[in-house]
């Protein structure tokens, strides 16, 4: 039985990676369930799942779940320090890595030191650290397993490719990446129209149920930014043959185009539990509950380029990746302060992107940053926000 690990699990991920392990007991178990500040949520997973740790990141909630526990064998901590300990568990066999934003990085650089495959839903973790995050993969010998559709998608369509090995496929064999988009709420929109969105407005995703961080770089198209970015380090391809198409059905994941000119493609209706269920089986495939995809019902499937003029996120990711070193890492750190103010309704919508532009303009460049350097550009970038 696979011993799993939970970074996130009260998030959107974490709760549908436990639907898949309630419906696959005789295959997985729950050795460890991470929580930020959702203390109700995570006593009631112990409760279920009996995993052997937990820790609430939030260490004022610590007496709260362990008091709700304290019937139980489940042993309860708390604090990031605890987080990262837990990581060097040598029962687990696989982390889930789902916790949002730039606080994923940390835990997913210490289940990978102490050897752990990572099935990874955090794309920032790749964004902000690429390249320390492969170089460590390397070292420890640990697979890199995509959780995002539309990652996952592309690995598929890699697995069984000449010279493609595990998650580290040889660039050589591919000649383009193309990584789908929904659109968000506002495909179709100019930016005349975006003066006034509302968060209401922003989370109303046509396709997917997602977080709300997650959904408003939705929205803004920065989440696709990015994904391109991932894709970047992922499958060892220069940003510059990664292509992004927004398809509004949502049922072509992505695809990959190779040397030869012949397209693979991975479809399914818009559900995260089947990337999910695939990292945690991988190199199997395991029956699914879930309805088969019928064609019949999808009868067009439509592809347009992104609109980069109204939504100057994608075009801002991109060339954060083409500048490299630690400006990327600004832009993810400038981009979740800029969400945030959204929210907190002291930001506009389109005055996300122009946020983060002006943020990584003041940056000090760093070209080939260590782990430390990446620490200091995130605390630099937000220091510098919250004046």
């Known amino acids: ?34 929580a930020g500040s959702n203390a109700e949520l995570l006593v009631q997973q112990a409760r279920e799942f009996s995993p052997n740790v937990v820790v609430i990141a939030d260490k004022s909630k610590w007496q709260q779940v362990r008091d709700a526990l304290i019937d139980t064998d489940v042993k309860v901590f708390a604090g990031q320090e605890a987080v990262l300990d837990a ?31 990572i099935a990874l839903s955090n794309k920032e973790t790749l964004v902000v650290a690429g390249n320390v995050i492969t170089e460590a993969a390397v070292a420890h010998g640990v697979d890199l397993l995509p959780v995002d559709s539309e990652h996952s998608a592309i690995f598929q369509s890699l697995v069984g490719e000449a010279g493609i090995v595990g998650s580290t ?55 696709k930014g990015l994904e391109v970015i991932e894709a970047q380090w992922l499958f060892g391809v220069d940003v510059s043959r990664i292509e992004v198409w927004v398809h509004p059905q949502s049922i072509v994941h992505s695809m990959v185009q190779f040397a030869d000119g012949a397209i693979k493609a991975q479809l399914g209706t818009p559900t995260m539990e089947t990337p999910i269920q695939y990292a945690f089986s991988y190199p199997e495939r395991v029956e699914s509950h879930l309805p088969r995809f019928n ?58 992107a122009d946020f983060v532009e002006q943020a990584v303009q003041r940056v000090s460049f760093v070209a080939k940053p260590s782990l430390d350097d990446l620490l200091a550009t995130d605390a630099e970038v937000r220091a510098f926000l919250s004046v």
């Not at 939970?6 to 997985?28: C, E, F, K, P």
């Not at 975006?194 to 109303?204: G, K, N, S, Y």
């Not at 750190?333 to 959204?342: I, K, L, S, T, Y």
């Open 169 to 223: 496929p040889f660039a050589n064999a591919v000649d383009k990446i193309l990584l789908t988009a929904s659109g968000g709420p506002f495909f179709g929109r100019d930016r005349a129209s975006l003066q006034h969105v509302t968060l209401q407005e922003a989370l109303r995703h046509p396709k997917w149920s997602m977080g709300q961080k997650v959904t408003i770089d939705s929205a803004t198209l920065m989440n």
């Open 87 to 117: 990581m060097t568990m040598g029962s687990i066999d696989l982390v889930l890595s789902s916790i949002v934003g730039f606080a994923g990085l940390r835990p997913t650089l210490r289940a990978i030191e102490s050897g752990h495959a």
């Open 295 to 352: 064609f019949a019902d999808h009868p067009h499937l439509e592809f347009f380029p992104p609109d980069t003029q109204t939504f100057r996120c994608l075009s801002l990711a991109y060339e954060s990746a083409r500048r490299g070193g630690n400006i990327p890492c600004a832009m993810n750190a400038a981009n979740e302060v800029a969400v945030q103010r959204f929210v907190e309704g002291r930001l506009s919508f389109l005055g996300i």
């Open 1 to 34: 039985m696979k011993q799993i690990a939970i970074l996130g699990s009260t998030g959107s991920i974490g709760t549908q990676a436990l639907n898949v392990i309630r419906r696959h007991r005789d295959r997985y178990g729950v050795e460890v369930l991470v």
